[in-house]
Each structure stands twice: as C-alpha cells, then as structure tokens.
C-alpha cells in the first residue's frame, strides 16, 4: 500500500511540475527578449521604462521621465518591435478599422502625430489576419489598447 501510494504521489507530482518548468522557461525567455529591445532603444538606462505590460503577445512599455514608447509585437508570423520618441509627438489616437458590413474589427493601428511636420505615424497595433481567436481577441487588443493610449496621451 505505502508504495503505491507513494508512486502515485510521485506521478502527480511530475504531472504538475512539468508543466510550471516550461512556464517558467517561458517567462524568463520573454522577459530576455523584453529586456534586449530595451536595450536596444536606450541603451545606456534600459531599466527607465517605468511601465511594462503584455496581452496577447504584445507588450508596451514606457519610460515616462524620458518621455520613450516601445510597442512590441511577438506575433509568430511577424515579430517586431516600435519605438516612438512622445518629446517629438503632439498626439496620439486609435485608429480602428471595421468590416463596412458588421462590427467586426479588422484592425487597431496607433496613430501618431509629429510635432514640427505634422507628419502621422502609424504603428499596427491588433490584425484580424494574425488574430488566432479571432474577435475575442479583438475586444480585449482593442480594451487594452484604450487604456494605453490614455497613458500616452498622459505623457505627450
């Protein structure tokens, strides 16, 4: 009796252990490559980007002091990263794009306004094509994206 519990007991254990290993390793892979795009773009102070967060394997983070916006995008298809400098912004808006038959949102871009050009910036935010759960995802890309954006527009 006492070693079959204690084989059952032993195989529990590894039936959750195994899965909070790759977690973990996972974390820590993301963070690495979080913490090289930060270094990427301010390299000698990465750690000034007061404000991180991720969803739906985005990630945005801010150094409000400096006034510096990173959005990054760890899509399987296409991974990148976007740096916007808000000292030479004067604005900041969503800019969703809907299916003209439904309410189907299709796309969510960042729109950035140049200070001395008036030049727009676009930075692809949320791409129905790349969405694997499709409008699900759209509704907490485009919640998140919301809330963002009232934290760049608090520091522009």
Known sequence: MDTSV???????AIIVAIPIYFSARSSAANRSKILNIKKK????????????????????????????????????NKQESTFVDLKTVSSCKLIPTTDGNSDTILK???????????????????????????????????????????IIQDSI
Do not use: C
Request: without cysteine; charged residues 30%; negative net charge.
């Open 6 to 12: 204690t084989i059952i007991g032993i195989v529990i």
């Open 41 to 76: 773009f301010n390299p000698e102070n990465p750690e000034n980007f007061d404000l991180t967060e991720s969803q739906s394997n985005k990630t945005l983070t801010i150094d409000q002091k400096n006034r510096k916006f990173i959005l990054m995008n760890f899509n399987p």
């Open 108 to 150: 969510i871009d960042f729109e950035f306004q140049e200070k001395e050009t008036s030049k727009k910036i676009t930075i692809p935010f949320y791409d129905f094509d790349d969405d694997r759960i499709k409008q699900i995802s759209a509704y907490q890309d485009h919640q998140f994206a919301k809330q963002w954006l009232k």
